[in-house]
């Protein structure tokens, strides 16, 4: 499990640095944690991911498909 949770977080932050980090020359910490801020939350609101048949995180987590009744 601890790999499994390692392997998440490596390929986030991964993300997060060639995505955010290296397209931005920040010039000091507080504008580096704003930019990676927004960069997180257009992650999550707006980016679609191919793990989630293309849907953001917000939409496969906050509004997952109703599971079909079967018929009885």
Known sequence: M?????????????TIKYE????????G???ARAGI???IGFY???RPHSSLDGR????AY??????ETAAA
Do not use: C, G, I
Not at 2 to 14: D, K, M
Not at 56 to 59: E, N, R, V
């Open 2 to 14: 601890q790999s499994e949770t390692n392997a998440f977080v490596e390929r986030l932050w991964r």
């Open 20 to 27: 955010a980090v290296y397209l931005h020359f920040f010039t």
């Open 29 to 31: 910490v507080p504008e």
């Open 37 to 39: 801020s927004r960069y």
């Open 44 to 46: 999550n609101s707006k």
């Open 56 to 59: 953001t995180p917000d939409k």
């Open 62 to 67: 906050f509004n997952p498909p109703m599971p």
